[in-house]
């Protein structure tokens, strides 16, 4: 994350830049070193923030823009993981971190449950249980559908890229937790407070030699006419991105990237990532960007 800015990119945001980023590709392709810091379900307002109060960082940095949790109201919610994450780089102990690089080597060779799919009580929580009024039941993801590599890139399996059934299972699933939902979104006065927040944030980025670029990665189906009903893009992502004065890339810009079909709704397939990715990195050339390599394509 320290080293130079013509060495690393730092990415920031939520699940979409963690499935539609191919970090192999993007490494080949730029002589790059990615760092991926984005995190499943939660804003990167907060890990922006922190960026921003860190002197030490001077780099590259990718923030990936999904509205619904960038904009959220329930900002216990989508803070949570952020909060824990940046307590836990403060204040991790020696122990712990040996004990992560010892996982990370013994995972390598050895096979082992993944605690988060397999575990009794995860498996527990799949049994059908009746809605109670009152009672919030978080929607079981299929197995099949994440996979994380060590660096933190996540990608669905074949088998689910092959199965629509499993396709639909994650669709309903978004719909539960409200990619149908089309309350108004925050507005005037709380709106402007995000971008003069963000604004502040990046400003401290860039006045020590740092750069940043914001994305819009794919979405499509149900989640996407959701989308541009709450969050129409004149309203959020242009006004962003000229009251921070900082260039951004939205998918619906550019012919390359505007057509991909997401199989759940909102998230890239494996494929389909490389093929974002190729032509992200030739769109930030574009727009100014440099990397160690030159060539904009593998």
């Not at 409200?178 to 995000?194: F, N, R, S, V």
């Not at 190729?278 to 394509?297: D, H, M, Q, V, Y």
Request: negative net charge; proline residues 6%; contains cysteine.
């Amino acid at each position: 994350m320290y080293e130079p800015k013509s060495q690393s990119t730092v990415f920031i945001g939520s699940s979409r830049i963690k499935f539609d980023l191919d970090l192999p590709t993007w490494e080949k392709v730029t002589g790059d070193h990615s760092v991926m810091l984005a995190m499943v379900g939660t804003s990167p307002r907060l890990l922006l923030k922190n960026l921003a109060d860190d002197d030490s960082f001077k780099g590259k940095l990718i923030l990936d823009v999904t509205e619904p949790l960038f904009y959220s109201r329930n900002t216990h919610r989508t803070d949570k993981s952020a909060e824990e994450g940046i307590e836990f780089y403060k204040k991790g102990t020696p122990s712990q971190r040996a004990s992560a690089y010892i996982g990370f080597g013994m995972e390598s060779i050895f096979v082992f449950l993944q605690e988060e799919a397999f575990s009794l009580n995860t498996l527990l929580n799949e049994i059908p249980l009746p809605a109670r009024k009152g009672v919030f039941q978080f929607p079981n993801f299929p197995k099949q559908f994440e996979e994380v590599t060590f660096q933190r890139q996540s990608f669905m399996t074949p088998m689910f890229v092959a199965d629509t059934s499993l396709q639909k299972w994650q669709a309903d699933n978004w719909t539960k937790l409200g990619a149908l939902d089309t309350t108004p979104a925050i507005k005037g006065d709380t709106l402007q407070m995000i971008f003069e927040e963000l604004k502040t944030a990046i400003d401290k980025i860039k006045s020590r030699g740092g750069e940043v670029m914001f994305v819009r990665t794919p979405s499509s189906g149900g989640y996407l006419k959701t989308e541009n009903k709450v969050f129409p893009k004149n309203e959020y992502w242009d006004r962003m991105l000229a009251y921070t004065d900082t260039p951004g890339i939205h998918f619906t810009d550019d012919p390359a990237i505007d057509h991909f079909t997401c199989p759940e709704w909102s998230h890239l397939t494996p494929k389909d990532a490389v093929t974002y990715t190729e032509n992200l990195i030739r769109i930030l050339e574009e727009k100014g960007w440099t990397f160690p390599k030159k060539s904009a394509a593998p």
